[in-house]
């Protein structure tokens, strides 16, 4: 039975116009090929490609090196897309990623590719930069043999470029070094190819150099890819077994489970099973990302495709599960560790009778982007609302963000936090608290002191790659942030890169925005998991006019609870608008006010004096009073602007 996605596919191809339904909810257009070019062809059928012919690889850089501008080229270069067809970063679908110029969502197209009256299959992974989706990048690179590195040649390489190698080599891919941006006027490929060799030993003769936006060294880029990267060792005969790295949720079909088929192959009809959970499912969709959907009849060993199946939910759809046939049973393939929520916020309606349709909008989004954690949540001030664990501060923004764009659900966002831990005595506190150690991910439910033997705080290993004259601005940031310096190295005369212990909750919030400052936009950072460390903590609570705001609560480190306190209470003063009476702003920790700001009350209404011929007037400020009320959340009787729970944590 055709879906109505399918039928939407096959009306619209003679048109040249193709709807697709993409994983950010929304029906998008995008123009088909609009001629075959001579021996490379979108649609050429690529099921009967061997093993040996397929090659498995994803592309991995710094944030703005340009994958997603290499990707489009690779896309062309497979007849996928129109040289001409003023498309930029099709990969990039979501409306936040064009806005943005990010990538978000790693995205996978299956190119055919004809060489020497060859036709190969190549998987292409498109990753996010950023380091808040580095699990993107790693779930990808598990259905991969080989990565694409590329690197800037202005900017030279930078720490992600560094983190994404280890990532790739660690998992003994095939690491192919391409320099691109080559054409621009500050070029430097020698300087840029020395540091590769200098840090990961790469021959110069085998570093590519390619302008991607002009489409220069492309062609060299898919030789060498099929020439090094290794095929999937793929048996067809072995029974099915495929790895689930990715899923999205289609309103008409329900989970799309994007899977790479290491053993058999898969069909219509069949019934499959989840290793994770046991459960089997009736196989009702399958086919390639082409990079829009193109069903086939069956998947083989070595293909990335997409499974649908009677799976109502994506959290059954488990990241890293091994699938396989009903009544056949395989081992697990190595899977990869999920992801796990770095920054908590609470999410709250902008008033209670949102409640159900922002719920909703939650609820959707989350179907597509499972790294995000949910808990219900209330607060006496806020009401109704949940706890939602992010990558980091950027996912928080970009999910924010895409639930006013793409639901028009506004939302009040509170202080982020990172997840701390405690470890109680007594037996009692234990059996109350399931265990002796808590995870506290909201500064409300910090636990009494008298029953914490200890708190832990959690860490990173942050590499920065800086000019050396700013390495003593950098390390003097990293010091404030209370780091430890672990290691320092020259990648060339005049790139260092510096490696410091950090707490995760001195970076999470502002350290990227202050480092491009200190560095004058030249340093970049990037940092993974480092463990829980003893730490002393405090709670920092803010009272208005003698009211907890428990909203505004935060964590810190007591070496920073009176700064903070200071800070806080001046942000407050300068966020919360005046009002008619006076708001008194205190900041308390373990019991004693450590910081006071006074906000004085308004003098007068400005409206009160505009008669006659300023009518206008009169209705255009009692507007703009009115709309400014609306994004106001109303606080111990005072009137506190949605962002002012972000903005006080901010420098
Ligand atoms: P993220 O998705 O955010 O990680 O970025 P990305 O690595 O996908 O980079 P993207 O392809 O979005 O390119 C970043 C910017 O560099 C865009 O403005 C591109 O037009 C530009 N760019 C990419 N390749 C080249 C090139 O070869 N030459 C020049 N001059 N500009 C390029």
Known sequence: MLTKNVLNLQILRSARVLFYFSPGIRWRWRRLPAQR?????????????????????????????????????????????????????????????????????????SLAYVRDGRTYLLNLMDTPGHVDFANEVSRSLAACQGVVLLVDANEGVQAQTVANFHLAAGKQLVVIPVLNKVDLKHADPDRVSEQLTKLFGFRKSD???ISAKFGTGVDDVIRTIIERVPPP??????????????????????????????????????????????????????????????????????????VTCNMRSTKEAHIGDTLHLKDCAVTPLPGFRPARPMVYAGVYPTDQSQHLSLRAAIDKLVLNDSAVSVANESSPALGQGWRLGFLGLLHLEVFTQRLDQEF??????????????????????????????????????????SIVSEFLEPMVLGTIITPDKYLGSVTTLCMEKRGEKKSSTYIDNERVMVQFILPLNEVVVDFHDILKSVSSGYASFDYEDYGYVPSKLVKLTILLN????????????????????????????????????????????????????????????VTAKLYGGDVTRRMKLLKQQAEGKKKMKKVANIELPHKTFIEVLKR
Request: with cysteine; glycine share 8%.
């Open 207 to 209: 570093i590519i150099k």
């Open 233 to 306: 060792p793929a048996d067809r005969s072995a029974p099915f077994r495929a790895l689930l790295f990715d899923s999205w949720y289609d309103r008409y079909r329900g989970t799309v489970s994007l899977v790479y088929v290491t053993d058999g192959s898969v069909k219509m009809g069949d019934r499959i099973v989840s290793l994770h959970s046991g459960k089997n499912y009736e196989v009702r969709g399958l086919g390639l990302l082409r990079p829009h959907e193109e069903p086939t009849d069956q998947l083989l060993a070595g293909q990335v495709g997409y």
């Open 37 to 109: 070019q001579s021996g490379r062809s979108a649609s050429s059928d690529v099921s009967g490609v061997p093993p040996e012919d397929i090659r498995n690889f994803s592309i991995i850089a710094h944030v703005d090196h340009g994958k997603s501008t290499l990707a489009d080229r690779l896309l062309e270069g497979a007849g996928a897309m129109a040289r001409d067809s003023g498309r930029h970063q099709v990969l990039d679908s979501l409306q936040v990623e064009r806005e943005r110029g990010i990538t978000v969502k790693a995205q996978a197209a």
């Open 546 to 605: 003698g009211v907890v705001v428990d909203e505004l609560a935060t964590i810190v480190h007591i070496s920073r609870a009176y700064n903070t306190a200071r800070q806080m209470c001046l942000k407050l003063k300068d966020t919360i608008p005046r009002q008619m009476i006076q708001i008194s702003i205190q900041a308390v920790v373990q019991g004693k006010i450590v910081a006071r700001e006074t906000l004085q009350p308004y003098r007068k209404d």
């Open 408 to 449: 028009d659900a506004q939302a009040i966002v509170t202080a982020p936090s990172v997840p701390y831990k405690a470890t109680i005595f007594g037996a009692k506190n234990i059996k109350k608290y399931g265990g002796s150690e808590i995870v506290i991910s909201n500064p409300a439910h910090f636990p009494d002191l």
